[in-house]
């Protein structure tokens, strides 16, 4: 990778560890997560024969709650790196937590130079990394459109999206004692084509997103295009 200039060298996040491999403390926290949430949730997944059991990968899902970080990745065999909203990171207790966990920082509502070769680094050491493409909750509501990223490091580091469908996390704890169901469905990989924008490649990702969740949930995508 070409060097940092003296601007992107000034950002503070430099100046933090951001891990790339999973650590101690996840391989000790994820399991015992998994057993607490088997008393809140019942997770039922379905296609994560479709999740590379190796290398590069980048996952969007949509984005109901802020628990959903946690079926996605208990559904999963690999661990999922995700891009945070920089906001979290900012509390010192969350980002301590957080970054060991395989969470970095992403600064909404701009590009975010940094976070997008942080993505790009983690990447090329061939791990899942999640992101949500709206860019935030939806919390039932349906999707939203979404942003460009994620379909932009799949045509940079030439790798398969893979869209993962959330459903349920807005109604964990609604019913407690009772436990929620959580459904997480993965789709078919989708490869990035020879010339495709990343525009295009969003669309694409979204729509078919779109079709394994509720038709409720389809929110601006709920109606693919006619020949699309």
Known sequence: ?????????????????????????????TPTLRILFRFISVIQTSGVENLPSEGPVVL????????DMFPMQFALPRPIFFMA?????????????LRPLGSFPVERGSHDEWAFRYAQRLLEH????GIFPEGTRSRGLGLRSA???????????????VPMAVEGTQRMFHGFPHRSTVQIKVGERIYPQHGE?????????MFTLAG?????????????????
Do not use: W
């Not at 924008?197 to 990702?205: H, P, Q, S, V």
């Open 147 to 161: 942003k460009t990223g994620a379909a932009r490091l799949a045509i940079v580091m030439s790798c398969p999206l």
């Open 85 to 97: 909203k920089a906001e979290l990171h900012r509390n010192p207790i969350l980002d301590a937590v």
């Open 126 to 129: 061939g791990q899942v990394l």
């Open 197 to 205: 924008t990343a525009l295009a490649l969003t669309d694409r990702m």
């Open 60 to 67: 969007a899902a949509n984005h109901m709650s802020f628990f």
């Open 1 to 29: 990778m070409p060097a940092d200039t003296p601007t992107e060298r000034s950002d503070p996040r430099e100046r933090r560890k951001y891990y790339l491999e999973t650590t101690f403390l996840r391989r000790i926290l």
């Open 212 to 228: 394994l969740l509720p038709p409720e949930l389809r929110g601006v995508y709920a109606q693919r295009p006619l020949g699309f």
